[in-house]
């Protein structure tokens, strides 16, 4: 069992930038890590996974703007988000699962998940 926090969510205008932080109570080292997105009214959505490779997947929505990091010592996943478009607009969820292989972007892939933070991107 993992808890997720995440922080950083907010209001900001149309090619802006954020930079969301999820801690894990647990050692996020033992886990495959993601970031999700659930815009309004749609299902949720993959953005970026972290595999077990130390690489990174990416959502094509995503590809070049956001990039997601991990920090082993300080149990955190980080998603900067850069060039926000109004269609980022969602709620962002921090999730985890214990698996072989890391990297999924499906959420039904994951058991753990944030409470979720908001981001809102304005034209």
């Known amino acids: 069992q993992v808890e997720l926090t995440e922080s950083g969510g907010g209001a900001v205008q149309s090619g802006g930038s954020l930079r969301l932080s999820c801690v894990t109570s647990?050692?996020?080292?033992?886990?495959?890590m993601g970031w999700f997105r659930r815009p309004p009214g749609r299902e949720r959505e993959g953005v970026a996974a972290?595999?077990?490779?130390?690489?990174?997947t990416y959502a094509a929505s995503v590809t070049g703007r956001f990039t997601i990091s991990q920090h082993n010592d300080n149990n955190t996943l980080i998603l900067q988000m850069n060039s926000l478009k109004p269609e980022d607009t969602a709620m962002y969820y921090c999730a985890a699962y214990r698996g072989v292989f890391c990297g999924s972007l499906r959420p039904h892939d994951y058991e753990y998940w944030g409470q979720g933070t908001q981001v809102i991107v304005s034209s």
């Open positions: 647990a050692s996020i080292a033992t886990y495959c």
């Open positions: 972290r595999d077990s490779y130390s690489a990174s």
